[in-house]
């Protein structure tokens, strides 16, 4: 084949050679593996073309021109007439994308995190993934709901009418069922009647524990243990007289007791919900002189699967408003049902008076929101049981230690209070959460 002739390059001795820029085709590649080693120039500057016009159209196809290999840099600012067509794909490879590189980290990551996820809520809430959704399973899970509705077995024998069952004495034997743990969902409620049972811990000074969690905690030891938080004197001398030490809340402050039966256990209307008995807590810690906030915001209307959310932006501000507040007091009921769904009356009678039976309800880190301090709530509750014990012994339940926080990370003295459940009187619980107020007020003050 033979070699095509360039014209020479613009001197000094031709100075007119002026005009196009071009530069050679990627041509024909064929051949090149065999080429001759002498033919290769050894000068790699690159090579131009100077000519004063266009090259004439052939009259018939050209043959392939040979060119001699020469290194052709690509100009600083060539024009769009002469840039150099691209590679041929085939002989082009696209150098990997660092940051497409970060971007399938990312995705991948992601994907792990979702999977884990998932599996932890398909261990925890088992066929309620689906019915739930994984969103709303989460946000339980950390914040402290959770698919288990707290019943015990039917009885014997069916109650057809309103009118509780006698109690047993105290010193009855234990009762046949396991008690239960609370109840932090809405669940069917009774229709048909009404069950009083003795639900009281039967463990020694009362610390029995119904337990959610891996964990095995000693409630004797942490009993035994002293309080971790200062005096209520102490906390006067830094922060100023009367300053609020509790902050006393309801995150579902819709619930309801017996005289909301016809609405389905849940109103609205304060003076008819647990709010009453908060404010009977409040009322006894400032009685013994105790600073105390008693909010009575309906943290669960209009939803009540947000409702923990929204407490815990309350105890935030609150708490950057009273850094003071060393105790925090979410004040439910309970709502216990047995198997085919009678409701159950948990109740202690004294000398002819009759309370609702309380129970303390702990969170931990187990479900995730990274509540370490979890065992000085625990042992908070696990002193005021044993206290409440000594005086009432069938006053309290069994401590619940469960594995949402319940938004309990936000202070050292933090529990949630079942006072009664749906089907109590609400003056019974009064009279109990005033029991619960006189020995926390005893454990603020360092009698």
């Not at 609702?356 to 479900?367: L, W, Y």
């Amino acid at each position: 084949m033979d070699k095509t002739t360039l014209p020479d390059a613009p001197s000094a001795e031709n100075p007119s050679l002026t005009g196009y820029t071009l530069y050679p085709d990627a041509g024909d590649f064929t051949g090149l593996d065999t080429a001759d080693p002498q033919e290769i120039s050894a000068n790699t500057q690159p090579a131009k073309l100077f000519l004063p016009f266009a090259p004439p159209t052939p009259t018939s196809p050209p043959q392939s021109p040979t060119f001699s290999p020469v290194s052709v840099p690509s100009p600083s600012a060539p024009s769009d007439s002469a840039k150099s067509p691209p590679p041929s794909p085939a002989l082009r490879r696209r150098p990997s994308s660092p940051l497409r590189l970060l971007l399938y980290t990312i995705l991948l990551l992601f994907a792990l995190f979702a999977a884990a996820v998932y599996a932890r809520l398909l261990l925890n809430a088992g066929n309620s993934l689906l019915a739930e959704g994984i969103g709303k399973l989460a946000v339980q899970s950390v914040f402290g709901s959770t698919s288990t509705v707290s019943s015990l077995p039917a009885p014997d024998t069916t109650v057809n009418s309103p009118t509780p069952e006698t109690i047993p004495p105290a010193n009855s034997a234990p009762p046949e069922t396991t008690a239960p743990a609370a109840n932090e969902l809405p669940s069917p409620l009774p229709v048909t009647g009404i069950l009083t049972r003795d639900l009281s811990s039967r463990a020694e000074n009362g610390l029995g524990l119904i337990n959610e969690t891996p964990y095995t905690p000693d409630l004797s030891a942490l009993a035994a243990l002293p309080p971790v938080i200062d005096t209520y004197t102490a906390l006067e001398s830094i922060y100023g007289k009367n300053c609020p030490a509790v902050l006393i809340l309801h995150t579902h402050g819709t619930e309801a007791f017996q005289d909301q039966a016809d609405a389905g256990y849940h109103t609205t209307d304060t003076d008819h919900t647990v709010c009453t008995i908060g404010e009977a807590l409040a009322e006894t810690l400032q009685e013994a002189g105790i600073g105390t906030i008693h909010c009575t915001e309906l943290f669960d209307t209009p939803s009540f699967d947000m409702a923990y959310y929204n407490a815990a932006r309350y105890i935030r501000q609150t708490l950057e408003d009273a850094p003071s507040i060393r105790y925090i007091l979410d004040i439910h009921r309970d709502a216990i049902t047995t198997g085919e769904g009678t409701g159950i009356r948990p109740l202690s009678t004294e000398a002819g008076t009759e309370y609702a039976q309380m129970m303390f309800v702990v969170g931990t880190d187990h479900g995730g929101s990274g509540h370490t301090g979890w065992e000085t709530n625990l042992a908070l509750a696990a002193r005021l049981q044993s206290a409440i014990h000594r005086d009432h012994p069938t006053l309290m339940r069994d401590i619940n230690l469960r594995s949402a926080s319940f938004n309990a990370q936000y202070a050292p003295g933090a529990l949630l209070i079942e006072a009664g459940a749906a089907c109590s009187d609400i003056e019974e619980a009064v009279r109990s959460i005033r029991i619960l107020g006189e020995a926390l007020a005893a454990e603020i003050l360092g009698e």
